[in-house]
């Protein structure tokens, strides 16, 4: 389907921003919902209670959904999160987006380009990092101006998760009560659609996301999430260590230039597709375990 004629928005993006009341938050927030809100084919829905998320949201226009279930520390659930963006808005995609990510026109560009090729998939990608204290400047011509910001200074991230999973309605209908905001739910995302039989796509050649730098005060005790009892309870609501340990590096295709192409197979995803065959395959999470296992004193003994 040309989804340049659909009769409706292309996209929804949702997310659950943290509290504005840290000011670099609000500052590196409040940039990355502008940016979204400058992406045609778009609707954008926040969701939560956090301070200053109503007034953002009615301030940029945007669909603010209070009331969301929530995890013990007060953490939305991702389960309920695309429920309701779904109920909200919809729409033939859907993207969630971490708040602190700005998208630029490539992002709708990209997604238009996959849909037309495949009826179901997961897009993500590499971000990149970049320190960012100012509010944007939206200028014409700021998106080149970032661009070339990013290239000059910024960083590309390693590929071990993602800040962005775009995705038809038809392919997550169902997932388990993930807290956001802690480890283990994006590793899932790529697991169940390997799991799935569709294409988990690495679009990092062809989109660039832009997330800007910040520290883990806004976090129980300013600790990393991956720190906290609720990226346990991810883990085993996932499935395990085994299925939290997919990354970018277990996509089985990239996109370049628009087009889908099988994966590359450098050693690091040669040996992670070994490691989690006995998991798509036989089911069993213990041999994938032992593969990991195997490999890491394998890589611990070249590198002694």
Known sequence: MTYDLYPMTLITIF???KPFTNPHIAIIQRNAIVSWTKLPDVTVILLGDEPGLAEISAELGVTHLREIPRSPSGAPLMDAMFRLACEASPTPLYAIVNADVILLDDFVETAKKVAEQR???VLMGQRWDLD???LLDLSAGWQSRLRERVHASGSLHRPAGSDYFLFPNSCFTSIPEFTIGRAGWDNWMI???????????DATADVMVIHQNHDYSHLPGGQPHYKHPETDENI????????TRFTLLD???????GEILPQTLERARLWR???SWPLLVLNSARLSNALWRFGKLFR???HA
């Open 273 to 275: 597709k070994i490691e």
């Open 251 to 257: 996509t089985d295709r990239r996109l370049v230039n």
């Open 236 to 243: 085993r609501l996932a499935g395990g260590r085994a299925v």
């Open 191 to 201: 697991y169940h659609a390997r799991k799935s039989g569709f294409p988990a796509i």
């Open 119 to 121: 009826e179901k998939f």
């Open 300 to 302: 611990k003994g070249n």
């Open 15 to 17: 997310s659950a921003p």
């Open 132 to 134: 960012q204290s100012d």
